[in-house]
């Protein structure tokens, strides 16, 4: 039997080692690409039957029309987020599939890790002591302990942060448009509106996905109502926070501080090294010069566990694809319009 192909798009050496790790049982031949996938970054699929892109691969109109001329049937995402993708385009052209569940305690033990780090002042302490300064002026933080954390987005993320800041001891509010009753219950969390929950929180936690509903969820309006000091940590999607308007508020000590392992423009930088070359987005430039800003580059699913996980549920998800099996991890444009996903018979959207 022909062998299949993949083109891996985005591809950095632990991709590679932890996919080659996966690919032992099904024997691919895969071939690793370092650029994204775009219009022109397409082409070098020629020949391949399946591209798997990651979180800020553009999956657009023309990429497909690309990807069709090529006969490539199948789009294995390597991220649980698919707002890079444009439902519309791929629908009835190429099935799209993703990895929906990899390990929210990867990202949900990160978004706690930047807030004790944003919190307790611990970025600018390393610093500090590996100068031989010991002074402590600066690095004041606040218990956690009876203080108010936010949830905004509780799903499989937000609920795993949930568990651990009730660890702490906190007060959970949580803002979702579909609230998780039996959670809510089980952990004593209050369903507030987004005003109500920006004016009572002393930490606010995004775990929402991208979408029209939550671009700029957290803008110039919203965030007046924000409480005096209070923190704000986003690993969920850049867009959902205008960075200019939170800019506002940390110039102003509206805001606390921040904590953003996503940035609204990051397709540009995060993951590559730029420290020898010149920054030219000045917002992000800007966002770095302040004290209480803590900013990682979207390695919040950077664990061994999570990228075994991505690699063997995307190796997963091709083998179903070309077994003809219903193909679970599917996503497309009828299934999230209606937000229920009612596939075929034979388990496919299309
Ligand atoms: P999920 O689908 O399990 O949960 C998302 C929750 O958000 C759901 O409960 C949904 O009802 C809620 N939601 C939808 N619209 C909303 C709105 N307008 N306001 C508030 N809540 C809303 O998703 P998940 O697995 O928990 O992942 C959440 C997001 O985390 C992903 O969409 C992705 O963008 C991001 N993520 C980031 C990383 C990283 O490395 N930084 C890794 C994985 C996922």
Not at 48 to 77: H, P, W, Y
Not at 237 to 248: V, W
């Amino acid at each position: 039997m022909k062998k299949i192909k993949i083109a891996v798009f985005d591809s950095k050496s632990y991709d590679e080692c932890f996919l080659e790790k996966a690919n032992r049982k099904y024997k691919y031949e895969i071939k690793y690409f370092a650029n994204r996938l775009n219009t022109d970054s397409a082409l070098m699929a020629q020949g391949c039957q399946v591209v798997s892109a990651f979180v800020n691969g553009i999956v657009d109109k023309k990429t497909v029309q690309q990807l069709r001329k090529m006969n490539i049937e199948l789009i294995a995402l390597r991220s649980a987020g698919y707002n890079n993708v444009d439902l519309k385009a791929v629908y009835k052209k190429i099935h799209v599939v993703r990895v929906p569940d990899y390990s929210p305690y990867a990202v949900a033990e990160h978004a706690v890790a930047l807030m004790l780090c944003l919190n307790r002042k611990l970025h600018r302490a390393y610093n500090r002591v590996r100068d031989l300064n010991f002074a402590l002026e600066g690095l004041l933080g606040f218990d956690m302990h009876n203080k108010t954390a936010a949830i905004i987005g509780t799903g499989r993320i937000g609920q795993k942060v949930a568990h651990i800041l009730k660890c702490f001891n906190m007060k959970l509010l949580a803002y979702d448009p579909r609230p998780k009753e039996d959670f809510a219950k089980e952990l004593n969390i209050e369903y507030v509106g987004l005003n109500e929950l920006l004016k009572r929180s002393d930490i606010i936690s995004l775990h929402a996905p991208l979408s029209k509903s939550t671009y700029h969820l957290l803008n110039s309006k919203t965030l007046c109502n924000l409480k005096n000091g209070a923190m704000i940590i986003n690993t969920s999607r850049g867009q959902l926070i205008d960075t200019n308007a939170l800019i506002e508020v940390l110039k102003s000590g509206k805001a606390g501080g921040a904590a953003l392992d996503v940035y609204e423009e990051e397709s540009e930088y995060f993951f590559e090294d730029f420290s020898n070359k010149i920054v030219s987005d000045d917002t992000l430039a800007r966002l770095l010069t302040f004290p209480n800003v803590l900013i990682t580059s979207h390695q919040a699913f950077f664990t061994k566990e999570a990228l075994t996980q991505i690699a063997k549920t995307t190796l997963e998800n091709i083998e179903a694809f070309f077994k003809g099996k219903p193909l679970e991890n599917e996503i497309c444009y009828k299934a999230c319009a209606k937000n229920k996903c009612k596939k075929e018979e034979r388990g496919r959207c299309w």
